[in-house]
């Protein structure tokens, strides 16, 4: 049976198993469902289904994304909020996730982003926490 044969429910299926595995938003959903050759008019179906199943969450990935991005990759807030605008999720959710950063997390790694590259001249170093995302605030604060 080709990719494209599957009904809506086989569809709605595979996208919840997809989710299960791990946290993802609408955008992550239908690029998926357009690689899998799923019929664009099921889209919003499964959509709307993964939301009513709670296999969807914005608040919970926004959380989540906002979490990993502070943790393991040491974003500023304004590269964060520029990532999660670009899935089209809602303001509301992300200003929530925003202010649940662990401020000490936070501004640890901003430190050792700065010790890390002491050697560079300031504004070699200035550019490249902003690129991170760091306000100048907080770099200004961080000296």
């Known amino acids: 049976m080709a990719k494209t044969e599957l009904s ?55 959380n989540a994304y906002v979490h990993d991005k502070v943790e393991y990759q040491a974003w500023g807030r304004m590269k964060i909020r520029a990532g999660l605008n670009a899935l089209q999720l809602p303001d509301s959710a992300i200003s929530q996730a925003l202010e649940n950063i662990d401020e000490t997390v936070y501004f640890r790694n901003l430190r050792a982003l700065v010790s890390q590259r002491r050697s560079d001249p300031e504004e070699k170093l200035l550019r490249f926490l902003l690129q991170r995302g760091f306000t100048y605030e907080e770099i200004k604060n961080c000296k």
């Open 8 to 62: 809506k429910a086989e569809w709605l299926s595979k996208a919840e198993a997809y989710c299960a595995r791990a946290e993802h938003c609408a955008a992550d959903v239908r690029r998926k469902l357009y690689e899998w050759g799923a019929d664009p008019d099921f889209s919003d179906f499964i959509e709307q289904k993964l939301y009513e199943n709670n296999f969807l969450n914005d608040t919970r990935f926004c």
